[in-house]
């Protein structure tokens, strides 16, 4: 059965002030979905809302998600369902390598499943690890790395790509992936995403700015979101026409006051 991800009316609240005012949207496993909008529109709010996050406050509406109430799970319990979230910024954790995070997440999991569970033995995850290293071209050093610590910009999305292939999600938000990469680490973040894609039948819900990452993950539908709602939905040509004339055509469409 293809799990989905469907937002009905969504309004969403940070410190009282409402920021998502009404969200309709539907990812399906296996489809790729981009959401465009400028700085304030509400993008990373509605990521961090259907991820869990704690300052995020649902105050209407509600998220299916493969069959289940996703409002009613606690954040990891949405990362176990089969949702993952790839942060814009993603925080270094100093003194815990990346293969220890990796296999303590791993643990976590199958514990979760089962409590008597001893996790994953370490020639298991080693196996594990490597295969997914090398399925997305990442050196086998990083593995032994502080956890984004003194990681450049490219290297930690790479990262976060890694972890997305670790924890195999039914469908993953990418927000704002492609903030800080050059041409090269674009690229490199680019392909891993496709293969996991690919080999996962990941449905993908990418936010951008730009058109750029979207030359390389082709996306199925493209939705651009204003003042707390998405406005217009259609296929690629979408996010080729905001490429080519901006904002000003929806700001005139909708009657939202051009931002200061």
């Not at 105050?59 to 176990?80: H, K, N, W, Y």
């Not at 594990?128 to 999305?157: H, Q, V, W």
């Not at 050059?182 to 690229?187: F, K, M, N, T, V």
């Not at 990418?206 to 979101?225: A, E, G, S």
């Amino acid at each position: 059965m293809t799990a989905a991800l469907e937002v009905k009316n969504l309004h969403a609240s940070v410190a009282d002030q409402p920021i998502l005012k009404g969200i309709d949207l539907l990812v399906k496993q296996g489809e790729v979905h981009a959401l465009m909008g400028p700085n304030g529109s509400g993008k990373s709010t509605l990521a961090f809302t259907l991820a869990g996050h704690p300052a995020y406050e649902t105050t209407a509406g509600q998220v299916i998600f493969d069959g289940e109430d996703l409002l009613e799970m606690e954040a990891d319990e949405r990362s176990r369902a089969g949702l993952f979230l790839a942060f814009q910024y993603p925080a270094a954790v100093p003194g815990v390598t990346l293969a220890k995070f990796l296999r303590q997440t791993i643990n976590s999991r199958m514990q979760a499943k089962d409590p008597d569970s001893k996790g994953i033995s370490i020639p298991a995850f080693r196996r594990f690890l490597t295969e997914k290293m090398n399925l997305l071209g990442i050196d086998p050093k990083f593995a032994g790395r502080y956890l984004n610590e003194g990681f450049s910009g490219g290297e930690k999305k790479r990262v976060e790509i890694l972890q997305m292939a670790t924890v195999e999600p039914k469908i993953a938000i990418m927000d704002e992936t492609d903030s800080g990469l050059d041409i090269d680490a674009l690229r490199i973040v680019s392909e891993g995403a496709n293969r996991l894609h690919k080999e996962l039948n990941m449905g993908v819900l990418i936010i951008t700015h730009y058109q750029r990452i979207l030359d390389y993950v082709k996306p199925d539908h493209v939705h651009i979101m204003f003042d707390g709602r998405i406005v217009e939905s259609g296929g690629p040509e979408l996010a080729l026409k905001l490429e080519e004339e901006g904002y000003d055509w929806i700001r005139a469409k909708y009657g939202v006051a051009e931002e200061a």
